[in-house]
């Protein structure tokens, strides 16, 4: 049974930094998808960073240039570094898995309806 568990969320001013986590358990499969993904209520939920499990890694544009995703494989953890947060970058974030295919481009990874698995999610409040 996949487990997706987030950590690292808060509150924080807006210029500053934050480090997600998503912690990974039960995933069998060797190819995948994972990525990041952040909902604001009323809203549609809304790609962040993606990974494919080949190395290849796509980032929303509002985030490009200031998020960076990575992986460590050895400790199943799936990283988000959000620098220059914005007030707009406000919202719950979940991490979500998914067995994929081996010639994927990561972009494919970035539609949240792929996904089979997801995390509860995070909270992130930035303040102005």
């Known amino acids: 049974q996949v487990q997706l568990v987030e950590s690292g969320g808060g509150s924080v001013q807006a210029g500053g930094s934050l480090r997600l986590s998503c912690a990974a358990s039960?995933?069998?499969?060797?190819?995948?998808?994972m990525g990041w993904f952040r909902q604001v209520p009323g809203k549609e939920r809304e790609g962040v960073a993606v990974?494919?499990?080949?190395?290849?890694?796509y980032y929303g544009d509002s985030v490009k240039g200031r998020f960076t995703i990575s992986q460590d494989n050895a400790r199943n953890t799936l990283y988000l570094q959000m620098n220059s947060l914005k007030p707009e970058d406000t919202a719950m974030y979940l991490c979500?898995?998914?067995?994929?295919?081996?010639?994927?481009?990561?972009?494919?990874?970035?539609?949240?309806?792929?996904?089979?698995?997801w995390g509860p999610g995070t909270q992130v409040t930035v303040s102005s």
């Open positions: 979500a898995a998914t067995p994929s295919q081996t010639f994927i481009s990561a972009d494919y990874c970035y539609r949240p309806g792929i996904y089979n698995h």
């Open positions: 990974i494919h499990s080949g190395g290849s890694i």
């Open positions: 039960g995933v069998t499969y060797r190819v995948y998808c």
